[in-house]
């Protein structure tokens, strides 16, 4: 994912080094997406390049909260990640992540917001299914009070919502909760796009591949195992410039993870 760093010369060198997909961020600043020339002009970027935007991810933090118990702040962040899923269809993309909302460890009040994340999805589904884009649920890091932070819980949640939902797994937060490939396999038919980084074991780091613990081997024999066709999205955090993280994404995606693409 390049973010804000998504520049002519950035989608360049990232397609001459095989890169073909990204992940667009969209930043809870409130405003009217769909309208915005500069989410446009970065969609004609990216379509000048032969890149596809594959996934846009909704606002989250910044008093975002699709589970938050007050009901304005719940409906005004429900409005933020609908702009989003607007930009996503906008610029075709296939998906949109969405993070389900934060958690607390007062049973009646985890109870609520799960309800309250619950409406939040089904108002959004309604949305994502008029606009032709994929709603994708991300598992959300288990070292802090989250919603949808371990596979058992996201199938329950996602069981409950009205109509198909899938699941973005993170890699660098599943592997917090449980072992990755038990992970990957009991979301199986849910996965719709990753999300690829490392860490310690212990926190969430967005280390590159091959930094943490993580067993990338055991990993993408999973992923060969489930058929999952679509890209690695990294991310993840290396180098000082942009053009370092291309080239650090590149080589670990070719040692690390096996990908047969272009030299570095």
Known sequence: MLDHEI????LTQAVGRGITHLELFVPPDGETCVASTEFRRIGDRVAETGMELWSVHAPFGGGVDLSHPEELIRRESVGQVRRACEVASMLGANCVVVHAGLSTGDAEE????????????????KRTCQLGVCLAVEYLPA?????????????EMLGLCDGVVGVCLDTNHANLREDLADATRALADCIVTLHISDNDGQQEMHMMPGEGVIDWSEFMRVLDEIGYEGPLLYEAVGGESVM????LTVRTAREVLGWEGPDA
Do not use: G, I, V, Y
């Open 143 to 155: 070292n802090k009070e989250r919603l949808c932070n371990d596979s058992a819980q996201m199938r």
């Open 110 to 125: 985890k109870e609520t917001r799960r309800r309250q994340s619950l409406r939040s999805l089904n108002c959004l589904l």
């Open 244 to 247: 370092e993280r291309l080239d």
């Open 7 to 10: 520049t002519a010369e950035s």
